[in-house]
């Protein structure tokens, strides 16, 4: 380890309030680790110069073995005293065979694992940790937790991928365009190359996104890349085999060891994350929660030294024996008021009812019988834009979206100004009489804050496509931890679609692939004696209980 690199973990030590290094390390690069089918992945192996190290970890990546990985897992790690293992998954980086996302991990995890326990350096037990697509990983090796196993740190990683990218019953376009062709590319020259293609292909992207048909389009910005795009499209169905090689729901079920799982307000993977805790909470199996004001990725930038805390911290109390200072089960974030311990999630919380009014009101009365529905069309030729929201992308997380509320295609209805703070920390349901007279259409509602000079901005939204007749939709809105300021307004809007986060609803039902045509569709959100529309608040006047309190 070079004096410069020492240097360098002790100012990172003290920028994120971790304990200091203990050690020096070495690391071995190019480590070949053999599968069951003959192919070799690369690893690089962080060693520490101790003859009693604090135990092993294990990391599996897509995204190659350097920086920041070599940094915030390697190096932060072996720096303390922990063999660290940096592999390379399948077809990437120099490790052999062919990369399709998410269906080798399984096999390729067990392989790994009986290749760790046969090496001279092994100190008998590990753990592992990462994010993402490191988290599926993780995931995926604890369908079946090897004995050696003793904790997991999964942070923003998800169990099942059509839960990911067809969830609504729309595609999550933006997020899995993105993400195949930054994947697809990411190992095309060097750095300086790297960051001008990363420029070009957002612009790429916001092109391609806006076009059709889908499978088409996308082929063309891909390229001879990220072959197996066009099956995602091909297959919108939960129940169809063809996910059953890119989900390891088992694990939730087979996990025996203690898990700490991170996750942000505006991950695009929450809701995975918080059905995780709750599913690992219901089964006995030791777990915490930890949730920030952070986008997906926000995890290795401002959510960098909480993560880091939280993961050492758990890392020495269930792979190194150390014992730790007690923590809650959850740790939340409440956006513009700061972190809180809770005992569960999500807290009881008071539940408070608005009702979507004519003339864009909310308020805490019905509406009169005689109340007239509110109405707007959706063109899919010029679908309603995304603006914020639980985004892969940069252009993801609270944003401001007073734009959204001033076009024709999208309701908006206001309260009155807040006499004091309110604090919404749970699960927001909005009940809508809907109507429309297109059987193929998305609403997408959203809940965002007006501050006292106008200024609107995102907390939490929800998305579904309908098919059929609809006369009340309930539809859950992203779990929130989030205070409203005194002399602030709610605001409820409602749409058609939010694109390109999800595919447009072309309103002709052809495939998403290689649909072309588009018929737009008028919605009618009633009020009064067509059905009362309302938000349904879990709120209070002040913060939720804590943990011990």
Known sequence: MSRVAKVASR?????????????????????????????????????????????????????????????????????RGYHVVIQSVRGTFGSGGEFTPMVNEVADGADTVTWLREQPWFTGTFATLGLSYLGFTQWALLTDPPPELTAAIISVGPHDFNTSSWGTGSFSLNDFLGWSDMVAHQEEGGRLRAGIRQVSSRRGLARTTGQLPLGDTGRALLRDGATWYESWLEHPEADDPFWDDLRVADALDRVDVPVLLIGGWQDLFLDQTIHQYRRLRDRGVTT????????????????????????????????????????????????????????????????RTLYLQPAHRLSEQPAPDSAPPSSFTFDPADPTPTLGGRLLSPEGGYRSDGALALRADVLDFIGEPLPSDLYLVGTPVVELAHTCDNPNNDVFVRISEVDSDGRSRNVTDGFRRLTGD??????????????????SRIRVMVAGGSHPRFARNLGTGEPVISGRSMKPATHFVHHGAGGQSRLILPIGDTPPPTHGA
Request: hydrophobic share 40%; glycine share 8%; charged share 20%.
């Open 11 to 79: 100012l990172l030590a003290r920028r994120f309030e971790i304990p200091p290094p203990t050690t020096t390390f070495t690391v071995r690069r190019g480590v070949r680790v053999p599968m069951r089918d003959g192919v070799e992945l690369l690893a690089s192996h962080y060693v520490p110069d101790t003859a009693t190290p604090s135990g092993t970890l294990l990391v599996r990546c897509p995204y190659g073995r350097g920086f920041p990985f070599a940094t915030l897992f390697g190096a932060v790690y072996a720096a």
């Open 470 to 487: 609809s006369d009340t939709l309930r539809l859950e809105l992203d779990d929130v931890a989030y205070r409203f300021s005194a002399g």
């Open 288 to 351: 915490a929660l930890t949730v920030g004001a952070w986008t997906h990725t926000q995890i290795m930038t401002k959510a960098a030294p909480t993560v880091l805390r939280e993961s050492l911290a758990w890392l020495d109390e269930h792979l190194g024996g150390n014992p730790a200072p007690p923590r809650s089960p959850v740790r939340v974030e409440i956006a513009e008021h700061g972190w809180m311990d809770l005992p569960d999630w999500a807290p009881p919380m008071t539940e």
